[in-house]
């Protein structure tokens, strides 16, 4: 009687663990925005809509200062979806490819894979990685060519719906099938449609939500979350949303939501007094569209009607975004799923809306490198905003400790798992982004980056400031460091200066901040 009593006993045990075990472990739906910067309701901007991911940020904990590792998206996404910075990643441009540089790295939905989940992604998420790197799912990405479009509507041409702009597209495809020496690649490609004039910068057509990716990706995730939940599958699911990407194509209701008439310029649309001309460039991702530089000056500056325009189109196609987010967000709350589902948000670095006078990202400015971070998790009491300053490095530890499993020991990101539980207000003192400059050839042409690539610019920004050192020597080893390599600096004060008109860097009253900062460099760039 006694040995059954102590069999019991232990067989009590072992399912109350296992029941332990089970709840502890979450789901994880990871959802990452590409272009986005923190232009939302729940960041304080009354005049975007965005309800959706407004109501995620009441219930979770929304980060006010995160930025990203480098405001591009390949090494920025190469950075952030395996916890490693570009100077590991060795990403710094936008085709170099993650395990040509990095063979054996793990990425955050190939851990959780090899941790027992299904690892299923979709839509814009590992740009920068061949073939969106199979290594890191249980099931083949789903592409935009995977994706089921609303009835009559085929796959966007070349991210448009446009009839006109389909034929052409459709024509000039049938002429590189029928030319084996054709050069396929985007810049040839993109070129021809740019001079046909059928490269716009925004599209307002009357046409469903899921004539687009977007819509088409929002649709997916219902599907999967259903088999998953059906099936009883643990899952790890990474949404990649292709806007406010450009170019701006929104379906009509989204860009109605706006009075173009109302929209506000940015303030301050001139180049910082004292900063260097390398922190700037010539918003060359803008010139990709044909109707671009009819609209600007001799000094790149956009006219007015064209910036309301362009910043109509970013606001319409967050609000776009704003409705996939919460379609998911209400599915998940219907079927009861959220009760175990841990939710990240994040854009994978800011954008330029024309302050000074730059559009697009490609920058260590604070709108090209700040970006939301939200997180939600059934075990954890949200609703409140942590101002201290975060990297998108630490996400992967984060969710690692979010979803209950053990977090891998390399990361150069730290867990805000303390933020998250109240028990800290600050898990580090400052965040680290960088840019290249002087460099106009990419890496994959010749093989290695050419001898005049040999600028890196290093921005340090904590609750204050933000100090940039822009470093000359070699883009392969930064380990022999000296301040002689400083060929020229910023400093941006944001309690006296928040829209970065003045760089305070040859000012004698900041040298001990700038001592300061380049000590946090040191640590953690050169040190480390």
Same mark, same amino acid.
């Given at each position: 009687?006694?040995?059954?009593?102590?069999?019991?006993?232990?067989?009590?045990?072992?399912?109350?663990? @296992?029941?332990?075990?089970?709840?502890?472990?979450?789901?994880?739906?990871?959802?990452?925005?590409?272009? %986005?910067?923190?232009?939302?309701?729940?960041?304080?901007? &009354?005049?975007?809509?965005? !309800?959706?991911?407004?109501?995620?940020?009441?219930?979770?904990?929304?980060?006010?200062?995160?930025?990203?590792?480098?405001?591009?998206?390949?090494?920025?996404?190469?950075?952030?979806?395996?916890?490693?910075?570009?100077?590991?990643?060795?990403?710094?441009? %936008?085709?170099?490819?993650?395990?040509?540089?990095?063979?054996?790295?793990?990425?955050?939905?190939?851990?959780?894979?090899? &941790?027992?989940?299904?690892?299923?992604?979709?839509?814009?998420?590992?740009?920068?990685?061949?073939?969106?790197?199979?290594?890191?799912?249980?099931?083949?990405?789903?592409?935009?060519?995977?994706?089921?479009?609303?009835?009559?509507?085929?796959? $966007?041409?070349?991210?448009?719906? #446009?009839? *006109?702009?389909?034929?052409?597209?459709?024509?000039?495809?049938?002429?590189?099938?029928?030319?084996?020496?054709?050069?396929?690649?985007?810049?040839?490609?993109?070129?021809?449609?740019? #001079?046909?004039?059928?490269? !716009?910068?925004?599209?307002?057509?009357?046409?469903?939500?899921?004539?687009?990716?977007?819509?088409?990706?929002?649709?997916?995730?219902?599907? %999967?979350?259903?088999?998953?939940?059906?099936? @009883?599958?643990?899952?790890?699911?990474?949404?990649?949303?292709?806007?406010?990407?450009? $170019?701006?194509? /929104? $379906?009509?209701?989204?860009?109605?939501?706006?009075?173009?008439?109302?929209?506000?310029?940015?303030?301050?649309?001139?180049?910082?007094?004292?900063? /260097?001309?390398?922190?700037?460039?010539?918003?060359?991702?803008?010139?990709?569209?044909?109707?671009?530089?009819?609209?600007?000056?001799?000094?790149?500056?956009?006219?007015?009607?064209?910036?309301?325009?362009?910043?109509?189109?970013?606001?319409?196609?967050?609000?776009?975004?704003?409705?996939?987010?919460?379609?998911?967000?209400?599915?998940?709350?219907?079927?009861?799923?959220?009760?175990?589902?841990?939710?990240?948000?994040?854009?994978?670095?800011?954008?330029?809306?024309?302050?000074?006078?730059?559009?697009?990202?490609?920058?260590?400015?604070?709108?090209?490198?700040?970006? !939301?971070?939200?997180?939600?998790?059934?075990?954890?009491?949200?609703?409140?905003?942590?101002?201290?300053?975060?990297?998108?490095?630490?996400?992967? $530890?984060?969710?690692?400790?979010?979803?209950?499993? *053990?977090? /891998?020991?390399?990361?150069?990101?730290?867990?805000?798992?303390?933020?998250? *539980?109240?028990?800290?207000?600050?898990?580090?003192?400052?965040?680290?982004?960088?840019?290249?400059?002087?460099?106009?050839?990419?890496?994959?042409?010749?093989?290695?980056?050419?001898?005049?690539?040999?600028?890196?610019?290093?921005?340090?920004? @904590?609750?204050?400031?933000?100090?940039?050192?822009?470093?000359?020597?070699?883009?392969?080893?930064?380990?022999?460091?000296?301040?002689?390599?400083?060929?020229? *600096?910023?400093?941006?004060?944001?309690?006296?200066?928040?829209?970065?008109?003045?760089?305070?860097?040859?000012?004698?009253?900041?040298?001990?901040?700038?001592?300061?900062?380049?000590?946090?460099?040191?640590?953690?760039?050169?040190?480390?």
């Amino acid at each position: 009687m006694m040995k059954l009593y102590i069999y019991l006993s232990l067989l009590l045990t072992l399912i109350s663990c @296992n029941q332990q075990t089970k709840k502890e472990t979450k789901n994880v739906l990871f959802i990452v925005v590409d272009d %986005l910067k923190p232009l939302l309701g729940s960041y304080g901007y &009354n005049e975007i809509i965005s !309800p959706n991911i407004d109501r995620l940020a009441r219930e979770g904990v929304l980060f006010s200062k995160a930025y990203s590792q480098q405001a591009i998206c390949t090494a920025s996404r190469m950075s952030f979806i395996t916890g490693m910075r570009p100077d590991y990643t060795k990403i710094w441009d %936008l085709s170099t490819k993650l395990r040509d540089t990095r063979p054996n790295i793990v990425t955050i939905p190939q851990y959780f894979k090899e &941790n027992g989940y299904e690892s299923v992604g979709m839509g814009k998420v590992m740009h920068g990685a061949k073939n969106n790197d199979p290594e890191s799912w249980t099931m083949p990405f789903i592409a935009n060519e995977n994706f089921e479009y609303a009835a009559g509507y085929k796959m $966007p041409a070349n991210l448009y719906q #446009s009839p *006109e702009i389909h034929k052409k597209w459709d024509s000039l495809q049938a002429a590189l099938d029928a030319d084996p020496d054709a050069d396929r690649g985007w810049f040839a490609v993109n070129s021809v449609m740019k #001079s046909a004039g059928l490269r !716009p910068l925004t599209e307002s057509l009357d046409v469903p939500d899921n004539a687009y990716a977007d819509g088409a990706s929002s649709l997916k995730t219902i599907e %999967l979350l259903k088999e998953f939940e059906r099936e @009883n599958k643990k899952f790890f699911l990474t949404v990649g949303f292709q806007k406010p990407h450009l $170019p701006f194509t /929104p $379906p009509k209701k989204y860009w109605d939501l706006y009075e173009r008439d109302n929209i506000k310029l940015s303030e301050f649309q001139k180049r910082s007094d004292g900063s /260097p001309s390398d922190a700037y460039h010539r918003s060359g991702e803008l010139r990709n569209y044909h109707d671009t530089e009819p609209s600007m000056d001799e000094n790149g500056i956009v006219n007015d009607d064209k910036q309301r325009e362009i910043i109509h189109g970013y606001m319409a196609s967050v609000s776009f975004i704003d409705a996939q987010v919460g379609i998911i967000l209400d599915y998940l709350k219907s079927s009861g799923m959220d009760d175990n589902t841990v939710v990240v948000f994040f854009g994978d670095h800011g954008w330029h809306l024309g302050d000074h006078g730059l559009w697009n990202k490609h920058s260590n400015f604070e709108e090209a490198t700040r970006t !939301p971070l939200i997180f939600r998790s059934p075990d954890i009491t949200g609703g409140f905003i942590n101002k201290s300053p975060v990297e998108l490095l630490d996400i992967f $530890p984060t969710i690692c400790e979010l979803a209950g499993i *053990e977090v /891998p020991e390399y990361l150069d990101g730290v867990s805000l798992l303390p933020i998250l *539980e109240k028990k800290v207000s600050i898990q580090k003192d400052f965040a680290i982004s960088q840019y290249p400059r002087r460099c106009n050839v990419m890496r994959s042409v010749i093989g290695t980056y050419p001898e005049d690539c040999t600028l890196m610019g290093y921005a340090v920004r @904590n609750s204050r400031y933000r100090y940039v050192a822009w470093v000359s020597g070699d883009y392969e080893d930064r380990s022999d460091f000296n301040n002689n390599e400083i060929l020229m *600096e910023e400093l941006y004060d944001y309690d006296i200066d928040p829209l970065e008109t003045r760089s305070f860097a040859s000012d004698p009253k900041y040298q001990m901040v700038k001592d300061e900062m380049i000590g946090n460099l040191r640590s953690v760039i050169w040190e480390n």
